[in-house]
């Protein structure tokens, strides 16, 4: 079966005149329409989304997202490369397009349901769902030009949703909205998708990204930067963000990347209390981490920064340092913890090297290095603190005492000990 959505090599540009003729007159006298030159909104942008995927587009204000949603929506063509979307498709870009503001809410309904190519008929059957969803029963005989922004979002979203479309594409449009309605969208999303819907959302919102979104597409200056399991994605960008690291050095291939490095990661390995070289260690332990490097001149004013994630990429431990110097020829940054209380599982580790000086990263490795800590009583979480249980009384808190069941008690292999002198049964 072909994909929901494929895109392959699209570019798009504008003109941006420097002179522009006004006239017929000069166009023909002057044998020119003007002196522009050409504005790339997108480059060669390249993916496919499967059908009944969730995927969201992130990038700064100006990168070509919305760009690249009026693209996919049929709005304007590529200048150059291919796009092909199967089945009806549903849109909901800038606040209140596709309304005639001088129409009701209710007439609007039925515009846009026929732009969408549906009957009357399929619109009736349709029209009470959407009035409930969107909560503006009351409004529904107002011209929209009298809506706020937020009952815009409401009615705008709840035609587009309800109109049984097969690939759903938002803006952002969705910040306006108030909590509840967010929230509210979001559950109704889930249960297209469940029909089989393909959504993608371009979104300022990583953590909405990370949390609905299972593919995710990084788009920077009109390139894709990077594409894949949105919570890899929206860390990348997060750390880029975070460290203001250049476009255009994120864009170099990583040969390129590495020849212009004066900084390159030789290992990392962990170290027992005994200075042993291990890929496995109990929670609680006490660990050291060995970082080599080679450095081909000094460096000032860097950045460290050693990330562990768990193996379902959740973020769990962030260990750095600010501000440190090295000299030209090979070193060794040494990380001693007191204990690591990271619950049993397996785990990965995202270190980065960023130059503060020349604002971009010397060395960023991402997803490396595991490792795996062994824990016979981990209950899911992410890490152990050291904390007591008490008991509230009338005369203050009694100190309770927590004894972990032993293993074989609790794979029901054995009865619980007894106490000393207590008969058994």
């Not at 796009?83 to 009701?104: D, N, W």
């Not at 609680?284 to 000032?300: M, P």
């Not at 050291?386 to 203050?396: C, F, V």
Request: with cysteine; aromatic share 10%; net charge neutral.
């Amino acid at each position: 079966m072909a994909p929901a959505i494929m895109v392959r090599g699209v570019s798009k540009s504008y003109r941006k005149y420097r002179k522009r003729h006004q006239s017929l007159k000069e166009i023909i006298a002057q044998r020119s329409r003007g002196d522009w030159e050409d504005l790339w909104a997108l480059r060669d942008i390249s993916f496919q989304v499967e059908h009944g995927q969730f995927v969201g587009i992130i990038g700064h204000n100006g990168s070509g997202k919305s760009t690249l949603l009026k693209l996919l929506t049929g709005i304007m063509p590529p200048s150059t490369g291919e796009i092909q979307v199967q089945g009806r498709v549903a849109s909901l870009l800038e606040l209140g397009a596709g309304f005639q503001p001088e129409y009701t809410g209710r007439e609007n309904i039925y515009l846009y349901g026929t732009l969408l190519g549906m009957r009357r008929k399929e619109i009736d059957r349709y029209y009470d769902s959407i009035v409930e969803f969107c909560e503006l029963g009351e409004f529904m005989e107002m011209p929209v030009k009298n809506y706020s922004s937020g009952m815009y979002v409401r009615l705008g979203f709840a035609v587009a949703v309800h109109l049984d479309p097969q690939v759903l594409l938002i803006d952002e449009v969705l910040a306006v909205g108030d909590a509840n309605f967010q929230k509210k969208c979001f559950q109704h999303l889930f249960k297209l998708r469940k029909r089989g819907c393909t959504i993608v959302l371009v979104t300022h919102d990583t953590a909405s990204v990370e949390k609905f979104c299972e593919h995710a597409i990084w788009i920077d200056h009109g390139r894709t930067m990077a594409q894949g399991k949105s919570s890899q994605v929206v860390q990348q960008y997060l750390d880029a963000v975070a460290g203001g690291a250049s476009i255009e050095h994120a864009a170099k291939t990583e040969e390129e990347r590495a020849a212009d490095r004066d900084l390159t990661i030789k290992g990392l390995r962990f170290l027992d209390e005994d200075g042993r070289q291990v890929l496995m260690f109990d929670t609680g332990a006490k660990v050291r981490i060995e970082i080599d490097f080679e450095a081909r001149r000094s460096l000032t004013r860097l950045e460290v920064g050693l990330t562990v994630f768990r193996e379902d990429d959740f973020r769990c431990l962030d260990l750095n340092l600010y501000g440190t110097s090295v000299d030209k020829g090979p070193g060794r940054w040494v990380v001693d913890t007191d204990r690591v209380d990271l619950q049993g599982g397996r785990y990965v580790v995202t270190l980065a090297v960023f130059d503060r000086m020349l604002q971009r990263f010397q060395a960023f490795q991402d997803r490396q290095y595991p490792f795996t800590v062994h824990d016979d009583y981990s209950a899911g979480g992410a890490f152990y603190t050291a904390h007591r249980w008490s008991l509230a009384t009338p005369d203050g808190l009694v100190p309770l005492i927590s004894r972990r069941p032993d293993l074989q008690e609790l794979h029901g292999m054995l009865e619980p000990a007894q106490p000393v002198g207590e008969a058994s049964r």
